[in-house]
Structures are given as structure tokens and as C-alpha cells.
């Protein structure tokens, strides 16, 4: 009887484990100590193409030959060589001149760059730009604008998406929200939207992935913008990771990036990479945020696989001690298992109410079998 039982539990565990369970990601528990390379690349983008990596980053301010967007390129994730910068800038007077935080998707061996240019930190809108090569060269005056700078006064951080589900292609970007409905902050927050026309067009359906909800998620009290003035809470550079098929992690970064209140934290969607996305943040950023003597105002991240191509890594900027220098940070991302709870799922009741029916026809089946 008591062989039962156990057996009864073992079988109650490893279904709730196997078919209710989720991995989500864990907090950087080791942090390297120096960056991969310690000029200016912030907001690192890191991508794999045919066995070689790449990455890519914001540059500083004024960039050598009118280029922009820093490179680098490795076999092992360790070593990174500067590969130059591989977008032609338009450099004309009335032209905005702030380029920031490109990334880029391979689609049908034509390499898609996106980005935002602005007017110092105003008036950013998206463009995509394409090469047949990985890292270009780009050119901006060949560029398309994805979003209408008249309509949507700024928008930033540009994440190309796949869903290994059905292919389809999605942009996560950055925007900012004045109201305060459903509970959430005023700032700058994170939406997502299909990517169609072979990646030139964004299909107008525009939909809230996540917004400030959580006091560490500050960016400025009291900031002037937009004609008033505002506590300000920022989310942005998204990075959306589908570690399992149905499960999309969207990792963001909360605060703000010239001070120590940035981190990485992250929020999941269980249905499509559209949403709906719970995130369950408490009052720091729980992926990584700074950590005295160890590392400051950790952030902007994208994700890459390893050589074994099971391994995770987290790709993020840091500042240099002087607070000079945004240089990118390699550290490996680790998972763990949860039972999904109410908050982050939504389907739990349902779930534990079959499972808990799974559980007596067990047990009744095994008790059947031993009487
Ligand atoms: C992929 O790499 C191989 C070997 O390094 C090379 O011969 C081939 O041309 C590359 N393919 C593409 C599409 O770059
Ligand atoms: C950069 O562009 C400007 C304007 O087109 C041009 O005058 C200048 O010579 C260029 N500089 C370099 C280094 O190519
Ligand atoms: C990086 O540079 C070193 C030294 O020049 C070279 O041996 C190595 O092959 C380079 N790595 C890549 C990925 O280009
Ligand atoms: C941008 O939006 C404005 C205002 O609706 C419109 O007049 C303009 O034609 C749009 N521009 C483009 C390129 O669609
Ligand atoms: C997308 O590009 C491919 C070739 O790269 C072309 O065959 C196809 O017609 C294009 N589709 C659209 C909608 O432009
Ligand atoms: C923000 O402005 C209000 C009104 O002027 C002031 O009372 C408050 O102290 C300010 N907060 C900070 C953090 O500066
Ligand atoms: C827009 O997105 C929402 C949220 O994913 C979805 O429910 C709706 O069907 C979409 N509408 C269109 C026209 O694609």
C-alpha cells in the first residue's frame, strides 16, 4: 500500500512537471570581469550567422567616414575582433544625426538592419535598411521608414522577432505613453507588431507587450517633456527569447541608462508573441541589475546560443568605472522550472483541476490493481 502511494506521487510530480510546467529565466549569477571589447558598443545586439558571430551596437555620438553602428566578429564568443562600422549615415544639416540600438534579421540570405534616428533624444522614428552581406556595408539614404514620425513622435529599440511556430516575423519597439489607464506609469513602454511586406512594413496593428508598473522602473521625477512635466518610467530594448516552443520571454530593460537604476527584467506571453504578457517584477530588476563593484547599469541585452546550441547567453552593456564608456558584457543565461501561478499564467486553476483528476484515476486504477 505504502508502494502505491509513492508510486501515485511520482506520477502526480513528473506530469505536473512535464505538462505544467515552464522554464523561465534565472539572474546572472557570474559576472565576467572585464567587458569582450572596451570601446563604445552599447545596447550589444549578437546574432549567429553560417558558424561566424557578430555583434552590433550604438556608437559614439560623431563616428569616423560617416559610418556608424560599431562591429565585431568571433568564432567562440570569447575573442571579438572590431569589424568597422556598417551604416552609411545621411550627413546633412537638416538630417537627424542620433543613431541608436540596431539590430538585424536574416531573411531568405537578405540581412535586414533596423534602428531608430533621432534629433539628439527626440523625434525617433524606425527605418530598415538590407545588405547581402551580415555585416553590410548599410546604407541609410536607401533606408525605409517603418514608422510615421508625424503620427508617433518617437520610437526606438527596433527587435526583429521570428516565431518558430509558423515563421511569422514581429517588431518589438519602444514608445511613449502619456495616460496612466490600467494602473500603469507614464514613460516610455514596449509594443509589438506584425512585420510584413519582406520586413519593410509594419502591418498597423500596434500592441502593448508591457508598460511601467514598478517604482525601480524609474527614469526621471519631474522630467519636462512633451510640454509638461512627469514622473517618468522607462521600459525598452526588448529581447524576446522563445526558450520553449509556446512560451515567449520578453526581456526588457527598466530605469534609466546613464545611471545605476538600469536592469534587465522580463515578462512572458503563453499564446502568441503578440501577448497578452504577465510580468511579475518585484522592486529591482531580477535578471541583472547593478551590483556595487561588480558591475554598473547593466542592460540592453539580446540573447545568443552557444557553440553546443543549448547553451544561453546574455549579451548587455556596462559602464566603465570613470562612466565614460558603454562596453559589451557576455555572461550565461540559466533556467529554471516553475509551475505557473495565477499572475503569470492564468491557466492555472484549469490546469491543477485536471491534473488533480489525473491524480485520483491514478491512484484509483493503482488502489484497483492492489486490492
Ligand atoms: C558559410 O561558410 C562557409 C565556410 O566558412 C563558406 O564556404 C560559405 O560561403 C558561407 N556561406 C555563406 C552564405 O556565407
Ligand atoms: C562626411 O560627409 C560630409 C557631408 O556629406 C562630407 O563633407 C565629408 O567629407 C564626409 N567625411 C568623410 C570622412 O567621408
Ligand atoms: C581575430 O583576430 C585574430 C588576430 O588577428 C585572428 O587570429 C582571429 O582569427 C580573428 N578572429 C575572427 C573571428 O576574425
Ligand atoms: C505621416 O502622417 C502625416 C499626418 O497624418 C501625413 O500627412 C503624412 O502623409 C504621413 N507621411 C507618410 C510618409 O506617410
Ligand atoms: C519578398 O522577397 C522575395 C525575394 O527576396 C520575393 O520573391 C517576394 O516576391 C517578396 N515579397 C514581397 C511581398 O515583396
Ligand atoms: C517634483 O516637483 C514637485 C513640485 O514642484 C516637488 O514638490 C517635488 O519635490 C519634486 N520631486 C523631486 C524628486 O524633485
Ligand atoms: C491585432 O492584435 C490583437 C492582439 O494580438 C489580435 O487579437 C487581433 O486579432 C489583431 N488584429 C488584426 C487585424 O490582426
Known amino acids: ?23 523561465i529565466p534565472d539572474h546572472i549569477d557570474e559576472y565576467p570581469k572585464k567587458p569582450v571589447w572596451s570601446n563604445y558598443l552599447a545596447d550589444p545586439f549578437a546574432f549567429e550567422f553560417n558558424g561566424t558571430y557578430y555583434m552590433i551596437g550604438t556608437g559614439l555620438g560623431l563616428s569616423e567616414n560617416n559610418a556608424t553602428f560599431p562591429s565585431l566578429i568571433s568564432d567562440d564568443l570569447i575573442t571579438w575582433n572590431y569589424s568597422g562600422n556598417i551604416l552609411d549615415m545621411i550627413n546633412r544639416p537638416d538630417q537627424p544625426s542620433s543613431y541608436w540600438a540596431p539590430e538585424i534579421a536574416e ?5 535586414y ?13 524606425l527605418r530598415v535598411t538590407s545588405s547581402t552581406s551580415p555585416l553590410g556595408p548599410y546604407d541609410d539614404s536607401q533606408s525605409i521608414e517603418l514608422t510615421n514620425v508625424t503620427k508617433l513622435s518617437f520610437a526606438i529599440d527596433p527587435h526583429p522577432f521570428q516565431d ?20 500603469y506609469r507614464v514613460g ?4 509589438v507588431d506584425r512585420l510584413i511586406n519582406n520586413m519593410t512594413q509594419l502591418a ?28 517618468w518610467y522607462t521600459l525598452e530594448g526588448a529581447a524576446t527569447w522563445q526558450q520553449e516552443s509556446g512560451v515567449y520571454i520578453c526581456f526588457y530593460s527598466g530605469g534609466n541608462w546613464q545611471s545605476t537604476s538600469y536592469g534587465v527584467d522580463y515578462g512572458i506571453a503563453y499564446s502568441s508573441p503578440m501577448g497578452p504578457y504577465t510580468e511579475d517584477s518585484t522592486n529591482q530588476a ?6 556595487e563593484g561588480i558591475i554598473i547599469g547593466p542592460g540592453h541585452n539580446s540573447i545568443i546560443l552557444g557553440r553546443d546550441q543549448k547553451t544561453t547567453y546574455i ?16 555572461s550565461q543565461l540559466n533556467w529554471k522550472t516553475m509551475i505557473p501561478n495565477k499572475s503569470s499564467s492564468g491557466y492555472d486553476i484549469l490546469h491543477l483541476t485536471l491534473l488533480f483528476l489525473v491524480y485520483i484515476i491514478v491512484i484509483v486504477l493503482i488502489f484497483h490493481h492492489a486490492l
Open 113 to 125: 538592419l533596423f534602428y531608430s534616428v533621432g534629433f539628439g533624444d527626440k523625434k525617433h522614428r
Open 107 to 111: 531573411k531568405d540570405n537578405i540581412f
Open 286 to 291: 531580477r535578471i541583472t541589475h547593478s551590483i
Open 1 to 23: 500500500m505504502k508502494y502505491a502511494i509513492r508510486t501515485s506521487f511520482v506520477v502526480f510530480f513528473t506530469i505536473i512537471i512535464t505538462v505544467n510546467s515552464t522554464l
Open 315 to 330: 549579451v548587455y552593456h556596462a559602464w566603465n568605472e570613470a562612466k565614460t564608456i558603454r562596453s559589451p558584457y557576455i
Open 204 to 231: 498597423g496593428n500596434e500592441t502593448i507587450v508591457l508598460r511601467a508598473k514598478h517604482d525601480w522602473q524609474l527614469y526621471e521625477h519631474n522630467r519636462s517633456i512633451y510640454d509638461n512635466i512627469y514622473d
Open 188 to 191: 516610455t513602454g514596449i509594443v
Open 164 to 183: 518558430k511556430k509558423d515563421g511569422q516575423w514581429y517588431l518589438f519597439y519602444s514608445r511613449d505613453f502619456l495616460d496612466t489607464n490600467d494602473g
